[in-house]
């Protein structure tokens, strides 16, 4: 069975119905960003630019330098995917600009049906976000968000003075010092004071 030319094949994919083809577009001004480690690739609107998907730097100089391109381009809201912690700096920058930025769940924007081979990640999130098919993950605001890094910075603080009062009982064990049988709290003001003794 001989099988079809590559280019009637790449044809016959192009001529498929796209399911987005109907739906009322909800964000006429949208962009999409697909957020990397490097470098953030960005599709606005065709015909808003001569090149509707540009390539931004990651540094703080190269954000700002896209938060003016997005202005410029007359959009209002961005969506990009949450993943790992690229997107953090990049959403608050964005904020700053007066747009509305959107972090998505990555699996639910693999999971939607449609997407063409040829087209970037940037134009797969911009054009889903047109069509207002994705959903805004949760993020506190900016109080929040500083109350909630304190927390978790003391957590592991916590964490790892355990850890390292379990060494400590360790190493005293080894060399039969017996202090946690006539101490609770080897961590508190009298144990404290024996371990600097012993130290000097």
């Known amino acids: 069975m001989s099988k079809a030319p590559k280019g009637a094949r790449r ?21 999409g960003i697909d957020v990397g480690n490097a470098e953030h690739l960005v599709a606005v609107p065709p015909g808003r630019d001569v090149q509707p998907v540009q390539s931004f730097g990651s540094f703080t100089a190269d954000v700002h330098r896209m938060g003016k391109w997005l202005k410029a381009c007359r959009v209002d809201t961005v969506v990009m995917q949450a993943t790992g912690v690229y997107w953090i700096a990049l959403y608050q920058i964005l904020e700053m600009y007066g747009l509305e930025v959107k972090a998505v769940n990555a699996r639910y924007t693999k999971t939607l049906p449609g997407r063409k081979t040829d087209v970037q990640e940037c134009q797969w999130l911009q054009k889903l976000h047109t069509f207002g098919l994705l959903n805004n993950s949760f993020l506190p605001n900016e109080e929040t968000r500083v109350l909630r890094t304190y927390l978790r910075q003391r957590e592991n603080l916590v964490a790892a003075a355990g850890t390292c009062m379990q060494h400590i009982q360790k190493a005293l064990t080894e060399m039969n010092v017996q202090l946690a049988n006539v101490l609770s709290d080897l961590s508190g003001a009298t144990g404290m004071a024996i371990l600097r003794a012993l130290v000097r």
């Open 11 to 31: 044809k016959s994919e192009k001529e498929k119905p796209d399911v987005l083809e109907g739906l009322p577009p909800l964000n006429l001004n949208a962009a």
